[in-house]
């Protein structure tokens, strides 16, 4: 029987953070057991932002080199640069013509840019350009060239999925056929969104982020600042209002839990304690994925090869694909 099909991408924008390990990366290696993967590095989303060829390159090395330090395994599982296989632009063109502005212009990411701008009396369009007009059709390509059922994803993309769906389905009633796939998206509850340092979403455009890969020092460091109350040490304290054990239990185990919210119920335990308990936790699950992390990055052409092989693989897939639709659509 053939397996079905996980598929997810990360955008070269940063070093990866543990919103982006519980959210995305996390939920898409489990997959790995019982779906075909393809996982991606979004680097034309990434354009969009980022118009530094440098800092592209690098950040395009951190994200592959996370998902291989995490456990995805190239033999078994896809992994590839989206500008490196150019089907998926040729589908984006074709998905554009199924596309209504409207839907466009209901998209988050864009609506927040023009609110923005209206609030700062600006322009309502200055600073958008079309890529990020159009991400969404994009990110639809990136899923449905690839037939993906599955694509494990933060809340935060939750409207793109759906964005996803509804394209695929004027496509698929305007021809009376199936030819796309129609995915699912796959949010845990528990990780959809994972808090940064100040209790917001973590996420790289609000500075709050916790890197995977800090060096041990400055991970302490970072943990520090998590924003706590005012109670004193003699105190009992609330875990379910904490920002330090919300992150706590991310990485804890059901005992571990138990023992972190009694010694928060029973007083007498500084915000401090609160923060080494997080930090040796993190450590201990981080740590060794840190030390593949680093021997991986160390060698940049064995990442490169990983892509370009993993590319070719997928354009293979991708061209049978765009051949198929190709001649359904009459071209
Ligand atoms: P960022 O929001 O930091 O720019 P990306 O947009 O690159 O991160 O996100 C890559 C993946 O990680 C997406 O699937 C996204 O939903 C997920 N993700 C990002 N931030 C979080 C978060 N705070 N909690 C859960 N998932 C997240
Ligand atoms: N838009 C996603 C993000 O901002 C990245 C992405 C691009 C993606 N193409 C995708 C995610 C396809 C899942 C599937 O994080």
């Known amino acids: 029987m053939n397996k079905g099909i996980a598929l997810t991408g990360i955008k070269p924008t940063g070093v990866c953070h543990i919103g982006n390990y519980f959210g995305a990366i996390q939920p898409a290696l489990e997959l ?21 060829s440098a800092i592209i390159q690098e950040y395009t090395y951190e994200v592959a080199a996370t998902w291989l330090a995490c456990g995805l395994d190239p033999q078994k599982s896809l992994v590839y640069r989206q500008s490196q296989v150019p089907e998926t632009f040729d589908l984006s063109t074709i998905l554009l013509a199924f596309t209504s502005k ?15 701008n209206e ?4 322009d309502i369009d200055d600073g958008v350009n079309m890529g990020l007009f159009t991400y969404p059709v994009l990110m639809a390509a990136d899923i449905l060239l690839f037939d993906a059922d599955v694509v494990p994803v933060g809340q935060d993309q939750a409207q793109h999925l759906e964005m996803t769906i509804d394209i695929a389905q004027s496509f698929n009633h305007n021809y009376g056929k199936e030819l796309l796939t129609i995915p699912k998206p796959l949010i845990r ?11 917001r979403k973590m996420s790289k455009s609000y500075n709050n982020t916790i890197p995977m890969f800090l060096p041990s020092k400055k991970l302490k460091k970072l943990i520090m600042k998590i924003v706590t109350n005012s109670q004193t040490i003699e105190e009992a304290k609330d875990p ?13 185990g059901d005992d571990q839990q138990s023992d972190l919210r009694k010694r928060y119920q029973a007083g007498g335990m500084g915000w401090g304690d609160a923060k080494q308990a997080l930090f040796e936790l993190m450590e201990e699950h981080l740590g060794p994925i840190r030390e593949r992390y680093n021997q991986i990055m160390a060698d940049k052409p064995y990442i490169d090869k990983i892509l370009d092989e993993g590319s070719v693989k997928a354009r293979e897939i991708a061209s049978e694909k765009m051949r198929f639709l190709k001649k359904e659509i009459g071209m």
């Open 119 to 122: 609030e700062l009396g600006r």
């Open 240 to 252: 379910d209002t904490c920002n330090v054990f919300t992150l706590y239990k991310l990485f804890a």
């Open 189 to 199: 509850k528990e990780t959809q969104t994972v808090i940064g340092l100040d209790g």
């Open 102 to 116: 409207g839907l466009m212009n209901r998209a988050h990411a864009y609506k927040a840019m023009v609110q923005t």
């Open 32 to 52: 790995t057991k019982e779906y075909d993967a393809r996982y991606f590095i979004a680097d034309y989303h990434a354009l969009n932002s980022i118009k530094n």
